[in-house]
């Protein structure tokens, strides 16, 4: 072909995906964007239809995509010197677009679908970021900035009377009157006693279920302080539930065991900066995931993992705890993830299915994870040198996950893994612990079957190994293959026994159906003796009797969504 002259496949292939990309990214922030009236006509119902829907734009989208440029480039669609010219008319269509980086990811995981791609394909791939990013004057961030007035709740209150809501706070003077003085003491416990001089906060409310963040920070000098305000909308108006002011409890916030904000950000390259200068440890991939762009969000936690893997030799070994029937689970040591392969048969009493499995994994990703559920990532077709894996858990990958993992010359290929944030497991946890930290882990055990209850969530399985402990002190739960919704479930009372010899038989001496849990026969297994025992009944024992299961199935079929927030309420009591 002459110079000068694109080849009409390349252009028309580029020319399909970008416009692809468009109207997901358009779709995307049009959804996202109700978040606002969702809040202030208090329409949670709305909300929760909403995080759905997002959900599952980017898989529906990538495959009408992938439909469009097979009949475009025919019988040449696999061929990789055609795909590196798609690339490159593709680079030339999204350079200086606000979502760049997405828009890459998203070219990708149209060219996996196309060419199965087992690892990557440096021909058809994006491998890093292709332009470079200069950072931004801070006037150029989507960010508001205030200098604090001498009257520091002046400033609050301009700040707050800023976002604009069609509702009215309930006592908007009060609440900036409250705010000043929870920063003005958050800031006085520093190191150094600087005056705060400014707030920035994102231009940008974040919303997630029936909450609303101001996310900001307080400046002065070279110190930073996050500055987080919760909003509320109840009966009598929105109202500051708490004011975030360490990093510890704005990463909670931000965990990757919620679920993801909806938050009207165009060019989530410049928000991610500015939440990094708050959340200096948060990875990047997790904060592009808490935006709503998780599969960004995978292609960073990959890209990091491989700069992990080509900075040491370290290899991959079982990880710490109780080995799973399910699932057979390894970790890089030095890395902050586990990764899980489905194993080819499970060992009994376990009863599910592989397929079935899978599908618990997709309702964790599409539900209300209330904080609880450690959220997991998909991966399908990776690739890892033979000599980065230990003998031992070699051995137990080829031996009990072959369908999944194989052998291809020097190189592991696993088929389809999910990888976690590591998190302590709780059994480990506790053996360790001294009694002031069990007893909170132990009390924060029994909250998390509860907040997973209350957005219909049943883990199924009580055991403490199916728990985890993260980096501040909160319990998740990661052992999803026994999860179901709460509403599927039959709660009942055991029934008494017809004989004296029934207490003492192995087998139960009534009729148990696939869907019945008895919550007395779960109160046998209280996996805590002594004080700790004793203090998690006091506060926890309601678990144990279908009383308590029954009137939280009620409220959830009647449409209920009750109050979890990621935070202690931290503005004093009005």
């Given at each position: 072909?002459?110079?000068?002259?694109?080849?009409?496949?390349?252009?028309?292939?580029?020319?399909?995906?970008?416009?692809?990309?468009?109207?997901?990214?358009?779709?995307?922030?049009?959804?996202?964007?109700?978040?606002?009236?969702?809040?202030?006509?208090?329409?949670?119902q709305?909300?929760?239809?909403?995080?759905r829907?997002?959900?599952?734009?980017?898989?529906?989208?990538?495959?009408?995509?992938?439909?469009?440029v097979?009949?475009?480039?025919g019988?040449?669609?696999?061929?990789?010197?055609?795909?590196?010219?798609?690339?490159?008319?593709?680079?030339?269509?999204?350079?200086?677009?606000?979502?760049?980086?997405?828009?890459?990811?998203?070219?990708?995981?149209?060219?996996?679908?196309?060419?199965?791609?087992?690892?990557?394909?440096?021909?058809?791939?994006?491998?890093?970021?292709?332009?470079?990013?200069?950072?931004?004057?801070?006037?150029?961030?989507?960010?508001?900035?205030?200098?604090?007035?001498?009257?520091?709740?002046?400033?609050?209150?301009?700040?707050?009377?800023?976002?604009?809501?069609?509702?009215?706070?309930?006592?908007?003077?009060?609440?900036?009157?409250?705010?000043?003085?929870?920063?003005?003491?958050a800031?006085?416990a520093?190191?150094?006693?600087?005056?705060?001089?400014?707030?920035?906060?994102?231009?940008?409310?974040?919303?997630?279920?029936?909450?609303?963040?101001?996310?900001?920070?307080?400046?002065?000098?070279?110190?930073?302080?996050?500055l987080?305000?919760?909003?509320?909308?109840?009966?009598?108006?929105?109202?500051?539930?708490?004011?975030?002011?360490?990093?510890?409890?704005?990463?909670?916030?931000?965990?990757?065991?919620?679920?993801?904000?909806?938050?009207?950000?165009?060019q989530?390259?410049?928000?991610?900066?500015?939440?990094?200068?708050?959340?200096?440890?948060k990875?990047?991939?997790?904060?592009?995931?808490?935006?709503?762009?998780?599969?960004?969000?995978k292609?960073?936690f990959?890209?990091?993992?491989?700069?992990?893997?080509?900075?040491?030799?370290?290899?991959?070994?079982?990880?710490p705890?109780?080995?799973?029937?399910?699932?057979?689970?390894?970790?890089?040591?030095?890395?902050?993830?586990?990764?899980?392969?489905?194993?080819?048969?499970?060992?009994?009493?376990?009863?599910?299915?592989?397929?079935?499995?899978?599908?618990?994994?997709?309702?964790?990703?599409?539900?209300?994870?209330?904080?609880?559920?450690?959220?997991?990532?998909?991966?399908?077709?990776?690739?890892?040198?033979?000599?980065r894996?230990?003998?031992?858990?070699?051995?137990?990958?080829?031996?009990?996950?072959?369908?999944?993992?194989?052998?291809?010359?020097?190189?592991?290929v696993?088929?389809?893994?999910?990888?976690?944030?590591?998190?302590?497991?709780?059994?480990?946890?506790?053996?360790?612990?001294?009694?002031?930290?069990?007893?909170?882990?132990?009390?924060?055990?029994?909250?998390?079957?509860?907040?997973?209850?209350?957005?219909?969530?049943?883990?199924?399985?009580?055991?403490?190994?199916?728990?985890?402990?993260?980096?501040?002190?909160?319990?998740?739960?990661?052992?999803y293959?026994?999860?179901?919704?709460?509403?599927?479930?039959?709660?009942?009372?055991?029934?008494?026994?017809?004989?004296?010899?029934?207490?003492?038989?192995?087998?139960?001496?009534?009729?148990v159906?696939?869907?019945?849990?008895?919550p007395?026969?779960?109160?046998?297994?209280?996996?805590?003796?002594?004080?700790?025992?004793?203090?998690?009944?006091r506060?926890?024992?309601?678990?144990?009797?279908?009383?308590?299961?029954?009137?939280?199935?009620?409220?959830?079929?009647?449409?209920?969504?009750?109050?979890?927030?990621?935070?202690?309420?931290?503005?004093?009591?009005?």
């Amino acid at each position: 072909m002459a110079p000068g002259i694109r080849n009409p496949h390349a252009v028309s292939g580029a020319d399909a995906i970008r416009a692809g990309f468009d109207r997901y990214h358009e779709t995307f922030l049009a959804i996202t964007r109700r978040g606002k009236p969702r809040f202030e006509r208090r329409d949670w119902q709305g909300s929760l239809m909403d995080a759905r829907e997002r959900l599952d734009l980017y898989e529906r989208v990538v495959g009408e995509v992938v439909t469009h440029v097979r009949r475009a480039l025919g019988d040449r669609e696999r061929e990789e010197p055609l795909w590196g010219a798609v690339r490159t008319v593709y680079s030339e269509r999204v350079a200086g677009h606000p979502a760049g980086e997405v828009a890459e990811t998203f070219f990708n995981s149209v060219t996996r679908r196309i060419f199965r791609t087992v690892g990557v394909n440096p021909a058809v791939e994006y491998l890093d970021y292709l332009f470079e990013r200069v950072p931004s004057p801070l006037a150029l961030h989507p960010i508001r900035t205030y200098r604090v007035d001498p009257d520091a709740e002046a400033t609050v209150h301009r700040m707050l009377d800023d976002c604009r809501f069609a509702a009215a706070f309930a006592d908007l003077p009060g609440d900036a009157r409250r705010v000043a003085a929870e920063v003005a003491r958050a800031w006085a416990a520093g190191q150094a006693p600087i005056t705060i001089e400014h707030f920035d906060v994102l231009e940008s409310v974040f919303y997630r279920r029936k909450g609303a963040y101001l996310v900001g920070r307080a400046r002065g000098a070279n110190r930073i302080m996050p500055l987080v305000l919760a909003l509320v909308h109840g009966s009598r108006g929105i109202v500051v539930d708490a004011v975030l002011c360490a990093e510890a409890d704005v990463s909670v916030v931000f965990s990757f065991t919620r679920s993801y904000f909806h938050a009207d950000v165009a060019q989530p390259a410049e928000t991610i900066e500015f939440l990094r200068s708050v959340m200096p440890v948060k990875p990047v991939g997790e904060l592009y995931s808490a935006l709503g762009y998780n599969k960004h969000g995978k292609t960073e936690f990959y890209r990091e993992l491989q700069r992990h893997l080509r900075r040491n030799d370290e290899r991959f070994e079982i990880a710490p705890g109780s080995p799973g029937l399910v699932m057979a689970v390894f970790t890089l040591p030095s890395f902050d993830a586990v990764f899980k392969v489905i194993r080819d048969t499970f060992g009994a009493p376990k009863q599910t299915t592989p397929g079935e499995v899978k599908r618990r994994y997709e309702m964790v990703f599409s539900h209300d994870r209330a904080g609880r559920l450690v959220d997991a990532q998909s991966f399908e077709g990776l690739s890892f040198p033979k000599a980065r894996f230990g003998r031992a858990l070699l051995t137990e990958l080829l031996d009990t996950a072959s369908r999944t993992v194989r052998e291809d010359g020097d190189a592991i290929v696993i088929d389809h893994v999910y990888t976690e944030r590591r998190v302590r497991p709780l059994d480990l946890y506790l053996q360790d612990a001294e009694e002031p930290d069990a007893l909170r882990v132990v009390l924060d055990y029994g909250q998390s079957i509860r907040d997973l209850a209350a957005t219909n969530v049943f883990p199924g399985d009580f055991l403490l190994k199916n728990f985890g402990v993260t980096r501040h002190g909160r319990v998740v739960f990661y052992d999803y293959d026994e999860l179901r919704l709460l509403t599927e479930c039959q709660f009942r009372d055991v029934p008494p026994p017809r004989y004296p010899e029934d207490e003492l038989s192995d087998e139960p001496w009534y009729h148990v159906g696939p869907d019945d849990v008895f919550p007395a026969e779960l109160g046998r297994f209280i996996p805590f003796a002594g004080p700790l025992r004793k203090a998690f009944l006091r506060a926890h024992d309601t678990l144990y009797t279908t009383a308590f299961w029954h009137d939280l199935q009620a409220r959830l079929v009647a449409g209920e969504i009750v109050d979890i927030y990621p935070y202690r309420q931290a503005v004093p009591p009005r």
